[in-house]
């Protein structure tokens, strides 16, 4: 019987890590509006993967060429404007 037990615990130990990951989400599911993010990482000056309020994650791209992601930093707080799943305009909330 503890043999069983253990076998069940070593599986569920090894579920939980993948349990625990944020849901990403398409950027062109998000409704319009503005939204506060962290940032998880730039991926390159015009695409930003970002932790939402609500646990998810997404990868936003650059919804203009004057939106640009390169002097972002992993875990800014930022401000940004989404319409159509595309980051408009942004203000990042961190004091460096």
Do not use: W
């Amino acid at each position: 019987m503890n043999r069983k037990l253990s076998l069940v615990a070593l599986c569920l130990g090894c579920l939980l890590p993948i349990c625990a990951r944020a849901a990403s989400v398409n950027p062109a599911t998000i409704p319009d509006g503005t939204y506060t993010v962290k940032v998880e990482k730039v991926i390159d000056p015009q695409h930003v993967q970002v932790l939402m309020d609500n646990g998810s994650e997404a990868v936003l791209p650059a919804g203009r060429a004057t939106v640009n992601f390169s002097k972002v930093q992993a875990n800014d707080q930022l401000k940004l404007s989404l319409i159509k799943g595309t980051v408009m305009v942004y203000a990042d909330l961190t004091t460096h």
